[in-house]
């Protein structure tokens, strides 16, 4: 059974840092891993989709890679913000996108 | 935009009570899904529907049922509920090869 762990599970760093956020998948033979952030009470939003044949994927100040073989993701902030003060999920989909299995998050806050 | 709307944001129920959670997407998707979110576990999803009238048992279905009549609308029942199903419910929706898009949650209370 797939697992996915998330560590730290909060994170606290000063404004205009970059950083970067780890995300760690038992069962190499994915089929994409997806990056999401939640908001308090609220729902995901989609950040980057990174498919198995893909190293990484870029939008904006984001940057999220995949290494399959060792069963690790990073996401990357770039100059964070202290709008980027969310929760951070990836998700693992092992067959087609019917199925994703979460990790349980890393809580980041920016600090102004 | 793809929209993804729930019934409710916020609800209070008592045990034994007949619970209806409803989530509506506007995009024409296949895919529609059910989670459920509690603190240190996750994301678990519940139940799944990938056509009208198929549905698939996700990681936690017990004590859940859905209902999927028309491809917009994908409806989630607790038939009794009970305090253990107090939690935050998530509507997915997706197609396939792309990611998926959520609903804004029910916070559900069973006193």
């Known amino acids: 059974k797939q697992e996915v762990t998330q560590i730290p599970a909060a994170l606290s760093v000063p404004e205009g840092e970059n950083l970067v956020l780890n995300c760690s998948f038992t069962?190499?033979?994915?089929?994409?891993l997806q990056w999401f952030r939640q908001d308090p009470g609220k729902g995901l939003t989609s950040l980057l989709l990174i498919q198995s044949s893909q190293r990484e994927q870029t939008s904006g100040r984001l940057n999220a890679s995949l290494d399959k073989s060792s069963g690790r993701s990073t996401l990357y902030i770039a100059a964070s913000q202290p709008g980027d003060s969310a929760t951070y999920l990836c998700a693992v989909g092992l067959f087609g996108n019917e199925k994703l299995t979460f990790g349980t998050g890393t809580r980041l806050t920016i600090i102004p | 935009d793809v929209k993804v709307t729930q019934s409710s944001r916020y609800l209070v129920k008592r045990t034994g009570e007949k619970v209806f959670l409803e989530c509506v997407q506007d995009m024409d998707h296949e895919n529609m899904f059910w989670y459920r979110q509690d603190p240190g576990l996750g994301l678990r999803l519940i139940y799944f529907?990938?056509?009208?009238?198929?549905?698939e048992k996700g990681d936690i279905p017990e004590g859940y049922s859905v209902s999927r009549e028309k491809k917009e609308r994908f409806s989630l029942i607790l038939e009794s509920a009970s305090t253990n199903q107090t939690s935050m419910y998530l509507c997915?929706?997706?197609?396939?090869?792309?990611?998926?898009?959520f609903g804004p949650g029910t916070r559900l209370t069973v006193l």
């Open positions: 997915a929706t997706s197609v396939i090869t792309d990611t998926q898009y």
């Open positions: 529907s990938y056509d009208v009238k198929m549905k």
């Open positions: 069962d190499s033979a994915i089929y994409n």
